[in-house]
């Protein structure tokens, strides 16, 4: 118990100095977890991916359509439970600033697929019933207050033109990890007036979405949608939903790495800091612990005295760190549009890897210290000045 | 300052690590603006559809493109036939030499393109046959792509496409595209219509002329005529943005931390040296100069970070990366790159840090009074 009083009393010996390490630590776990909260953002699609659902694109590469004419084939294949489609439709909302997914898809199929997109029952009908009426995700009737009724006029680029869809509906997501900033409208009131105006390009959907019975028989089901269609013209690629997603992470994978990089600098930052701090002390108190040693004080107090103290000033200010990042990422989200990242939480695996780091740090910093003041002779240790 | 040779050392580390990261972002983002910046041309002039974020979005159809190419500044060749290429992009799949499949330009070109664009030579092989499914590839993707050398063959669209060549445009983003005869792929992907249309201006500084000509006509009001160097720099603009936001967000507070580095130390620095601020002080100099002093020591030690910081960021110049570029969705290839300004601005950084650490105790250290300085030994 005397070593803890002794612990405390050192590290308050120095007020500010010890005060201005754990704001230093605090500040750089807070950074660190803002750095892994945006790296967890990117794989948020493939920890919300389905194992149930497979996703059949044109081979060649995604901005590739298919022919229409897939789904009932697609459909007609065992164990094949619902098949919908999506169609990647872009444009412009008021200027090229104001991105989020605008998606023509199949109103029959496409809330049997995606289960994680709740809608009220009467929006649902209503939704159906129009043809160029559009459902839009809650958070984007938050960012631009779209509310029932509204008319969303958008101007195509992939389809060129000014077009304008109905709101008649406002999808929830089912739980935080669901993005709710997309936008859905009819694929068929899409294709109506390709075949108008471009009748070369009708009848052609951006990629298919298979719901299987069983997601352990995922491989064997791609493998015979794309023997289907091996040699035409649309060649296919099916792949699970989580592998599709991958491939989008792996293509960024760069900044993947130039982050989770930084987040290694900043424990490093900290570890200067908290070391810094350490060795100072440590080098004021040569005496002291010259006089401890006299004393016969062991080895193992003086580790426990040095070490204590370390462990203390890294906890507080991982603690610190760790109570004021939740905040801190909260005004980062607020801060970038929500269509930027539309999942940003700061998941359980972020909060123990900035406590664990505290902790290293903490250890890491007191050896130098501790084995000066191991090594110093006793002699030598009473006769330093400062 | 000599005294504390490793608290010191600590110190200038750190400072070191912070500018070190935060030179890296600004090369970073510089890279990618200097590779797309470098792709375009100022005598060029690219039209895309008006609303379309990138080329692969955009449609023009070719009765459209013969009504821009009857324009007036247009440059003609020898024989009469105006420098241009209405060129369909398009992206395929391909696997990449570390695994994993990424995103490739395709680009359909015509005859006039070498001259539409000089910076852009063969580097091996020959160019493709005119007529033949034959492709050549930009030289940072032979590097990073399996499969992408010449004699290779590439497949899509239902067809088998050799390799014959390697092109070398000097960094630009050319060196991460495909391209192929424009008719063979038109045909092999079943379209009819470019995606832009690239041409020369028959003389400089004659684009406001040439636009509002192409803006009087009531045919081409979907579409955009712009400088083709200012179009790619926009390409650029949201992963250079991006980076460079993220980047500077994440160094300032960064650079929070290392600054209270540099404030313990010069603390410390303070308090050991307060028997020679009250001798110096007892010999006459102005608490203004112990100020002074204090605070040149402690920017003194930044900059050093600094320099040492930038140093081993210049060597980043070495290395290139090839990612995903997020405004055209396909893979881009461009190396570190350090102007004047990332240099100026990484020391000023420093300084900063060292200016703002160290305020605080030289302040105390002019503070101190003469006696007690002097007695506290």
Redesign the interface.
Known sequence: MKVFKLILKNALRHK??TA??I??IA??V??FG??RT?VTAWYAGVDASAANRLITRQ??????PLPYSYRDQIAKIPSVEQVTYLNWF???YID?NQFFARMAVDPETVFDVYPEFLLEPEQFQAFKRERSSCIVGADLAKQYGFKLGDIIPI????Y?GSWQFVVRGIYKPRDKTVDGTQMFFHWQYLDERVRKESP?RAGQVGWYVIRIADPAQSGAISNQVDGLFK???A?TKTETERAFQQ?FI??????IT??NF?SF??I???M??V???M??SA?ERTREYAVFKTLGFSAGHMVGLILGESMLISMLGGGLGLFLTFPFVAG?SAAVPKSFFPIFNIEPITVILGVSSALVVGVIASIFPIQRALTTRIVDGLRHT? | MGTRRLTTGITVLGVALVVFVFAAVLMMAYGVQKTLVATGSDQNVLVARKAANGEISSIIDRETANIILTLPHIAKSSDGKPIASGEPVVIINLDKVGGGLSNVTVRGVSLQVFTLRPQVRLKEGRMFTWGARELVTGVSIAKNFAGSQIGNVVRFAGDNWTVVGILDSDGSGFDSEMWGDVEQLLDAFNRNAYSTLTFRLDQPDVFTEFASAFNKEPRLQQFEPKIERRFFEEQSELMAGFIRILGIFITVIFSAGATIGAMITMYAAVANRTVEVGTLRALGFRRRSVLAAFLAESILLSLIGGLVGLFFASFLQLFSISTLNFGSFSELAFSFALSPSIVISSLLFAVAMGLVGGFLPSVRAARLNIVSALRSA
């Open positions: 500010l100095r201005l390490t704001l230093a500040i750089a807070m950074a803002l750095l945006v081979a060649i590469s995604f901005i590739f872009q444009g412009v090229k101007e195509g680029d992939i060129p070369d040699n035409s013209r060649e491939g792996a293509a960024a994978g760069a900044f130039a982050m930084m600098v900043i490093g930052i900290i200067l800091v070391g810094n701090t060795i100072m080098r980062f400062g």
